[in-house]
């Protein structure tokens, strides 16, 4: 075990391995004891707006499966700007009832810098410059946009941006948080 001594005003520090994690220190001040961590093996600390995302996240989530109902906003049917609507709600951020209403919040974002808890736009059926859909981006790997939205067919479900039909009726992407 290597150790260290410090001097400094008034007070000692003990620096020391931590045998049970490698290339840790641990620091003695006082009566106190705490371990750090050396860079490149420290824990993700995410922003708060990161940790709220993932709490809009799970709780769209938690309507996965839901039937779509035009108007819907519980477990007995839904439809997309309802999922948005709830979602946000239940994590205490007020959000506008209609898809075509919340693609006026937040900031318009490139879809490059799309992130967890960021809002999808599209313009579906015949009428394509007025947004009528709306999903929720509930992770990003690479090029690979998955979304939570409610559909007329399949109900509350995770898609692709890279699908063929949602990438060629995407509008824009927004930030809320």
Same mark, same amino acid.
């Given at each position: 075990?290597?150790?260290?001594?410090? #001097?400094?005003?008034?007070?000692?520090?003990?620096?020391?391995? %931590?045998?049970?994690? @490698?290339?840790? =220190?641990?620091?003695?001040?006082?009566?106190?004891?705490?371990?750090?961590? @050396?860079?490149?093996?420290?824990?993700?600390?995410?922003? @708060?707006?990161?940790?709220?995302?993932?709490?809009?996240?799970?709780?769209?989530?938690?309507?996965?499966?839901?039937?779509?109902?035009?108007?819907?906003?519980?477990?007995?049917?839904?439809?997309?700007?309802?999922?948005?609507? =709830?979602?946000?709600?239940?994590?205490? #951020?007020?959000?506008?009832?209609?898809?075509?209403?919340?693609?006026?919040?937040? +900031?318009?974002?490139?879809?490059?810098?799309?992130?967890?808890? +960021?809002?999808?736009?599209?313009?579906?059926?015949?009428?394509?410059?007025? #947004?009528?859909?709306?999903?929720?981006?509930?992770?990003? %790997?690479? %090029? +690979?946009?998955?979304?939570?939205?409610?559909?007329?067919?399949?109900?509350?479900?995770?898609?692709?941006?890279?699908?063929?039909?949602?990438?060629?009726?995407?509008?824009?992407?927004?930030?809320?948080?």
């Amino acid at each position: 075990m290597a150790a260290a001594f410090m #001097i400094s005003c008034k007070s000692s520090k003990h620096a020391a391995s %931590d045998s049970n994690n @490698p290339g840790s =220190v641990t620091v003695k001040h006082g009566n106190e004891l705490s371990t750090a961590l @050396p860079p490149g093996n420290l824990p993700e600390v995410k922003s @708060p707006s990161d940790q709220l995302a993932d709490k809009i996240v799970r709780t769209a989530l938690g309507f996965s499966g839901t039937r779509y109902r035009y108007g819907g906003t519980t477990k007995k049917g839904m439809d997309c700007s309802g999922l948005v609507y =709830v979602s946000f709600g239940d994590n205490e #951020i007020s959000m506008e009832r209609s898809s075509s209403q919340m693609a006026t919040q937040g +900031d318009e974002i490139p879809l490059r810098k799309v992130k967890k808890g +960021d809002l999808l736009f599209f313009t579906t059926g015949n009428n394509k410059r007025r #947004i009528n859909h709306v999903g929720l981006v509930v992770s990003v %790997d690479g %090029d +690979d946009i998955q979304f939570i939205h409610s559909t007329t067919s399949r109900g509350v479900l995770v898609s692709s941006l890279s699908e063929g039909y949602w990438n060629y009726a995407f509008n824009q992407a927004r930030r809320i948080l």
